[in-house]
Antibody, heavy 123, light 106 residues
């Protein structure tokens, strides 16, 4: 069974960098069968797509976050990570990592999710 | 970006009812539409992808339809465990945007 687990600090100061890691078990982040993504959910609000990372290190980011976000893969640890710099209170949210399932490169959907990690931006 | 609009924002129903949630895209997304269910404090769970294809293990009382810009999620014979928030998501073009959610309440 595929499992994902987010880890990282729950409190980040404004203007600093939010760094989270997703550890994957039951699948390989370096396999070309799937790819991986991050989603966030501000308190009491809906889901926001952050971006994808592909097995070869290629990525695709939300235009609204593109200038501040980096998603990377560490195949040796079977992990992928999210870095979001210059954070403000608006970045306070639960952050989810997830696997992207698809049908031969089509019909992408998040088919396995981590439990989510709450992150607060505050001094 | 493609905008996704769900209606209604909230919905009250009873066990055994049949309910329909609508999702409208700001441009044609063909059938590149996913539906998720989220319960409080939990991660979302994918129910349907490609507008009408069941994710493995999803009960048959859930069904999806639509293409182009208009889509529906129908839940027949509502069960107590179905009371949750539902989100649509388009996977036609990145960013793969979500709708704002529909909260289904008892």
């Amino acid at each position: 069974q595929v499992q994902l687990q987010e880890s990282g600090p729950g409190l980040v100061k404004p203007s600093e960098t939010l760094s989270l890691t997703c550890t994957v078990s039951g699948d390989s982040v370096s396999s070309d069968s799937h790819y991986w993504g991050w989603i966030r959910q501000p308190p009491g609000k809906g889901l926001e797509w952050i971006g994808y990372i592909y097995y070869n290190g290629g990525n695709n980011y939300s235009p609204s976050l593109k200038s501040r976000v980096t998603i990377s893969i560490d195949a040796s640890k079977n992990q992928f990570s999210l870095n979001l710099n210059s954070v403000t209170a608006a970045d306070t949210a639960v952050y989810f990592c997830a696997r992207v399932g698809d049908d031969y490169g089509d019909y992408a959907r998040f088919d396995f999710w981590g439990q989510g990690i709450p992150v607060t931006v505050s001094s | 970006d493609i905008q996704m609009a769900q209606s209604p924002s909230s919905l009250s129903a009873s066990v055994g009812d049949r309910v329909t949630i609508t999702c409208r895209a700001s441009q044609s997304i063909r059938n590149y539409l996913n539906w998720y269910q989220q319960k409080p404090g939990k991660a979302p769970k994918v129910l349907i992808y490609a507008a009408s294809t069941f994710q493995s293990g999803v009960p048959s009382r859930f069904s999806g339809s639509g293409s182009g810009t208009d889509f529906t999620l129908t839940i027949s014979n509502l069960q107590p465990e179905d009371f949750a928030t539902y989100y649509c998501q388009q996977s036609y073009s990145t960013p793969h945007t979500f709708g704002q959610g529909t909260k289904l309440e008892i």
